[in-house]
C-alpha cells in the first residue's frame, strides 16, 4: 500500500516539475505560443487542457481492457473531442470574453499531442487512480507552464498582471513581447532557466557522488 | 516464424469487439455531449442577450430600456417580440419617459486579421453617431486591438456626423478615414498610428452601414415613437 501510494504521488510530481510538458518535453506548442499574451488567457488555456488530460485519461483508463488495440486512436480522439466539446461550452457558459479571447484554440485541444500522448502511453497501461494522479501533474504541470509564459508577457508586454496595472505611466510596453514573437522569445527564456537549472542539479549530484566515493575510500 | 510461434500470437479482436467498442463509446460521447449542451445553452443564450443589452447602453448612454425592430420587406420596421432573432435588426433606445433617444446598429466587416463586428449609437436629434463598441475582433494584441482601447480614436465616436441630404436618400459627406491628427471635419475618422488598417477598416463598416441604415431609419421614426 505505502509503495503504491508513493508511486502515486511520484506520477503526480513528475508532471509538475521533472517531466513539465512544456519546460521538459516540449509538447504542445501551439496554443503555448499563440494564447500565452496576457496571464489570464494563458491559466484558462491551461486549466481548460488540464480538465480535458484528466478526464480523458480517466475514460480512457477504465475503458482500456474493453478498447481493441486496432481501433484505440480513433477512440482516444472520439474521447479527447468529446471533453473539449463540453469544455467549449462551459467557458462560454462562464466567460463570453475569455471564450471570445481563446477563439479557435479551444477546439485545437483536440490535437493537443499531450492528451493523446497521455492516452497512450500512461492511460491505456495504467489503473485509474494512477491516470488521474498522471492526467493532474501532467495538467498542471501545462497550467502552470502556460501562466509562467503568460505573465513574463503580459509584465512586460502591457505593464500589468490579471489587468491590474503594475508600473507607473512612464512604462513603455515592449508590444513585441504579445506579438508571437515574444512567445518565442519568452519560451526561449524560460528553457534556457529549465536547462541550466537541471544542469546544475546535475553537476551537484555528480560532485556529491565523488565526495561520497573518497569518503568511502579514505575510510577502507 | 515458427508454428509454435504463430500459435503463441495471441488471437486478433473479432470485428464485433472492435464495433462494439467504436459505437459503445461514441453512444457515451454523444449522450455527454447533448447534456452539456442541454445544460449550458441557456446560460450562454442569457449571457449573449446581456452582452448585447449592456452594448446598447454602452452606445445609447442615456437610454434604460431597449426594443427590438426588423426592418421588413416594405423597408418600414417591425417590433420584434420574444427573443426570436433574425437579420435586419435594429435596437431602439427609451429614457426613463419612454421618449426615443437614439437606435443601436450592428455592423461588420473585414479588419487586417478577420471580421470585426461592432455596434454603434444613432443619435437621429445630433445626427450624428454617438458611441461604438467593438463586438468581436481577432485583431493584432497590442496593435490593432488599439480600435478597442485607444481614446483618441474613440473619441472619433462621441459625434460622429451622419447627416443626410434634404431629401433624406444618402448621407451627405460619406464617413471617410484620414491620417492620425488630420481631422478637420465632424464625419472623418481620425486614424490610429501603428493600426492603420483596423482603424480604416471601422471607418469604412461604419460608412457602410450607416449609409444603409439612417435613411431608412429617418424615413421611419414614426416606427419607433412610444415603442411603436
Redesign the interface.
Known amino acids: 500500500m505505502a509503495i503504491s501510494s508513493k508511486s502515486s504521488t511520484d506520477e503526480f510530481i513528475k508532471g509538475l516539475w521533472r517531466d513539465n510538458p512544456v519546460f521538459v518535453q516540449v509538447l504542445g506548442m501551439c496554443p503555448v505560443l499563440a494564447v500565452s499574451?496576457t496571464a489570464l488567457n494563458a491559466l484558462a488555456m491551461g486549466l481548460a487542457t488540464a480538465f480535458v488530460l484528466i478526464m480523458s485519461n480517466i475514460v480512457v483508463s477504465s475503458?482500456r481492457s474493453?478498447?481493441?488495440?486496432?481501433?484505440r486512436i480513433?477512440?482516444y480522439i472520439?474521447?479527447i473531442?468529446?471533453?473539449v466539446?463540453?469544455v467549449d461550452?462551459?467557458i462560454?457558459?462562464v466567460?463570453?470574453d475569455l471564450y471570445?479571447a481563446l477563439?479557435a484554440f479551444i477546439s485545437l485541444i483536440v490535437v493537443n499531442c499531450l492528451i493523446l500522448g497521455r492516452a497512450e502511453a500512461f492511460a491505456s497501461k495504467n489503473t485509474v487512480g494512477r491516470s488521474i494522479m498522471d492526467g493532474l501533474g501532467m495538467g498542471i504541470g501545462f497550467a502552470f507552464a502556460l501562466f509562467c509564459l503568460g505573465a513574463v508577457r503580459e509584465i512586460l508586454?502591457?505593464g500589468s498582471l490579471f489587468d491590474v496595472q503594475l508600473f507607473h505611466d512612464s512604462f513603455q510596453?515592449w508590444?513585441v513581447m504579445?506579438?508571437p514573437s515574444g512567445g518565442f522569445f519568452t519560451l526561449a527564456a524560460w528553457l534556457l532557466l529549465f536547462n541550466w537549472l537541471k544542469q546544475r542539479k546535475e553537476r551537484k549530484a555528480k560532485q556529491d557522488e565523488s565526495a561520497a566515493l573518497a569518503i568511502r575510500g579514505e575510510v577502507a | 516464424m515458427s508454428q509454435a510461434e504463430l500459435a503463441s500470437r495471441p488471437a486478433p479482436p473479432s470485428t464485433w469487439h472492435m464495433y462494439r467498442a467504436m459505437v459503445g463509446v461514441g453512444v457515451f460521447c454523444g449522450l455527454l455531449i447533448v447534456t452539456a449542451f442541454q445544460v449550458t445553452q441557456p446560460i450562454i443564450e442569457r449571457n449573449k442577450a446581456e452582452a448585447l443589452q449592456e452594448a446598447i447602453f454602452h452606445v445609447l448612454p442615456s437610454a434604460s430600456t431597449s426594443r427590438t425592430y426588423r426592418l421588413d420587406e416594405s423597408n418600414g420596421f417591425k417590433l420584434l417580440e420574444g427573443k426570436a432573432r433574425s437579420e435586419q435588426l435594429v435596437y431602439a433606445g427609451y429614457d426613463d419617459q419612454e421618449e426615443l433617444v437614439g437606435l443601436a446598429v450592428e455592423a461588420k466587416g473585414m479588419g487586417y486579421q478577420d471580421v470585426i463586428g461592432l455596434i454603434y449609437g444613432y443619435s437621429f436629434a445630433e445626427e450624428a453617431i454617438v458611441g461604438i463598441q467593438v463586438l468581436e475582433s481577432k485583431e493584432t494584441p497590442g496593435l490593432g486591438d488599439k480600435i478597442e482601447t485607444d481614446q483618441d480614436f474613440l473619441q472619433n465616436f462621441e459625434r460622429l456626423d451622419v447627416s443626410l441630404r434634404d431629401d433624406l436618400s444618402e448621407l451627405a459627406n460619406p464617413i471617410v478615414p484620414v491620417k492620425h491628427g488630420e481631422k478637420s471635419n465632424p464625419w472623418e475618422v481620425d486614424g490610429i498610428t501603428g493600426a492603420t488598417i483596423s482603424s480604416v477598416a471601422i471607418a469604412k463598416i461604419l460608412n457602410q452601414s450607416a449609409q444603409y441604415w439612417v435613411p431608412r431609419i429617418r424615413n421611419n421614426l414614426g416606427n419607433f415613437q412610444g415603442g411603436e
Open positions: 499574451n475503458l474493453f478498447i481493441p488495440k486496432q481501433v480513433a477512440t472520439l474521447i473531442a468529446t471533453f466539446t463540453v461550452y462551459v462560454q457558459a466567460s463570453l471570445k477563439g508586454g502591457a510596453d508590444v504579445i506579438l
